[in-house]
């Protein structure tokens, strides 16, 4: 069992199997990464030098998508031939462009599961439990590395997924990458106020709705930007339609239509807990947007 | 002291008081209420007959929005004249339009606590501490009656703030209202999503991140309605300011104005910390939008 990288989700990987008895062999960049992880004990064996990886049969390339997009010649040189290959990214047909058709079995996949950590220091055991773990299989895809793959997540606790890719991608640019657009403007917005007391006074006032909202888009400015350009086109469909909603909202308090805009907030009241993740699901709407008349 | 209305706000505020000493008389709408609200002690007098707030020389309207401007007369004639009268309204300038020059000397004021609960079972004690209270004095308001209503902020250990009624409802616009359909506009264009397959798997992937900026928008439809509409004017404004934000940054990714975009984001990572309460000012970005990558 082989990783490449043991940032949040190589070492988190790491630490869940070699607790399940499994040999884990990881490959990482500075050697400095490579004693840390070696102290924390996120793998069995832990290098700088390629050839750790040779005697694996299965290695997941736990790396940032533009490391994925663009890996170094070496890697590509050093990863065991046949080799049962599985990736990370949050994109994935970018992912299977780059990777297809090598001299390995490649399983495009992507375990959504995170905290705000990065690093060796990073990794958490339990990461991936109940946690989706999407792969996208083509036509040529080999069925025994998908079924390799997929074992390897529900040993790790993870709800296993197969879709298309261009599927996953249009799904995450709704879920996941338009929504840090959206949260980037508010905090714009709220910025752009141009008396400065006002200004001022927003700034003190905000509360845990503003929080909230705003939170990713106040995330990791490289990450996002990457996003958007990795799945350009589904980011920017997703981002269209919801400036269509922006403008229709706008159109009915402008126009006053306050019944209709009761009408779609309730609709939007019903359609929350759907995309709740199943442990929040049951969770109440929270604490209120500025006071406790929301 | 007097408070009508014994829900989230008023009820807080009466266990508050009563722990610190003062005889709190409150009146409600319904017997079943004055009952309960007898029963978790939330005032020494409960009582649905006005005449229960004729000693009360500060006289708290813990209503909501709606009923603030649109008060029952029976209210209004039971009122002590020449009380100090303050309300707790989430909009100043449509509630002093109502309520300045009666009988009564009126203080606009905006205490920004709360909780996701409401009605009888809601008040908490301490509800208030470390929270914004906010009035809005106009040339002719007494200023007696403005320092009792501070007095009664501090004493429940709100921070005690005052500003020009239409500056707070264009900072509440901001970083309250406006939001509100910010996030709402989020769940309409997820679930506008065409392709079902693809509509379905949004939900399975959705996860912290999106709860997080959907949280505002799936909240109660009637509040998030009337927000807008007694602070139509701002939140137009604001709303205005939003789209115009959105379009800039759709503009960046269909031009693939990748540096532009970066330096966006990372404005608004330094941006947000100013707009956290205090409390969470210190708090990291969170967890991830969807995966371990932000």
Same mark, same amino acid.
């Given at each position: 069992?082989?990783?490449?990288?043991?940032?949040?989700?190589?070492?988190? !990987?790491?630490?869940?199997?070699?607790?399940?008895?499994?040999?884990?062999?990881?490959?990482?960049?500075?050697?400095?990464?490579?004693?840390?992880?070696?102290?924390?004990?996120?793998?069995?064996?832990?290098?700088?030098?390629?050839?750790?990886?040779?005697?694996?049969?299965?290695?997941?390339?736990? !790396?940032?998508?533009?490391?994925?997009?663009?890996?170094? =010649?070496?890697?590509?040189?050093?990863?065991? /031939?046949?080799? @049962?290959?599985?990736?990370?990214?949050?994109?994935?047909?970018?992912?299977?462009?780059?990777?297809?058709?090598?001299?390995?079995?490649?399983?495009? +996949?992507?375990?959504?599961?995170?905290?705000?950590?990065?690093?060796?220091?990073?990794?958490?055991?339990?990461?991936?439990?109940?946690?989706?773990? @999407? =792969?996208?299989?083509?036509?040529?895809?080999?069925?025994?590395?998908?079924?390799?793959?997929?074992?390897?997540?529900?040993?790790?606790?993870?709800?296993?997924?197969?879709?298309? /890719?261009?599927?996953?991608?249009?799904?995450?640019?709704?879920?996941?990458?338009?929504?840090?657009? @959206? +949260?980037?403007?508010?905090?714009?917005?709220?910025?752009?106020?141009?008396?400065?007391?006002?200004?001022?006074?927003?700034?003190?006032?905000?509360?845990?709705?503003? =929080?909230?909202?705003?939170?990713?888009?106040?995330?990791?400015?490289?990450?996002?930007?990457?996003?958007?350009?990795?799945?350009?086109?589904?980011?920017?469909?997703?981002?269209?339609?919801?400036?269509?909603?922006?403008?229709?909202?706008?159109?009915?308090?402008?126009?006053?239509?306050?019944?209709?805009?009761?009408?779609?907030?309730?609709?939007?009241?019903?359609?929350?807990?759907?995309?709740?993740?199943?442990?929040? =699901?049951?969770?109440?709407?929270?604490?209120?947007?500025?006071?406790?008349?929301?």
């Amino acid at each position: 069992m082989g990783i490449v990288g043991l940032g949040l989700i190589g070492g988190s !990987l790491g630490l869940d199997l070699r607790q399940r008895g499994l040999e884990v062999r990881a490959l990482v960049h500075r050697p400095s990464t490579a004693e840390r992880a070696r102290e924390r004990g996120l793998a069995d064996q832990v290098d700088t030098d390629p050839a750790v990886l040779q005697p694996c049969g299965l290695v997941v390339l736990a !790396l940032p998508l533009d490391q994925l997009l663009h890996p170094p =010649a070496a890697l590509e040189a050093a990863l065991p /031939a046949e080799a @049962v290959l599985t990736d990370v990214g949050s994109v994935k047909a970018p992912v299977l462009e780059r990777w297809r058709g090598g001299r390995w079995r490649f399983v495009a +996949s992507h375990p959504m599961a995170g905290t705000a950590q990065a690093g060796v220091e990073a990794g958490v055991a339990g990461l991936f439990a109940e946690r989706p773990w @999407v =792969a996208t299989p083509e036509a040529d895809t080999d069925p025994g590395a998908l079924e390799q793959v997929r074992q390897l997540a529900e040993l790790v606790g993870a709800r296993w997924l197969c879709c298309d /890719a261009s599927q996953h991608d249009r799904a995450v640019a709704l879920i996941s990458h338009m929504p840090v657009l @959206v +949260s980037a403007a508010l905090l714009e917005a709220a910025d752009g106020e141009n008396d400065g007391a006002t200004a001022q006074l927003a700034r003190q006032l905000a509360s845990s709705g503003f =929080a909230d909202t705003s939170r990713i888009g106040g995330g990791n400015p490289a990450l996002g930007t990457l996003m958007a350009r990795s799945n350009r086109d589904a980011v920017l469909a997703a981002l269209g339609r919801y400036r269509r909603q922006i403008e229709a909202l706008e159109q009915l308090v402008q126009q006053q239509r306050w019944g209709e805009l009761e009408q779609r907030l309730s609709r939007c009241q019903q359609l929350r807990p759907e995309f709740l993740p199943p442990a929040a =699901a049951t969770e109440p709407p929270g604490p209120p947007a500025a006071d406790g008349k929301r």
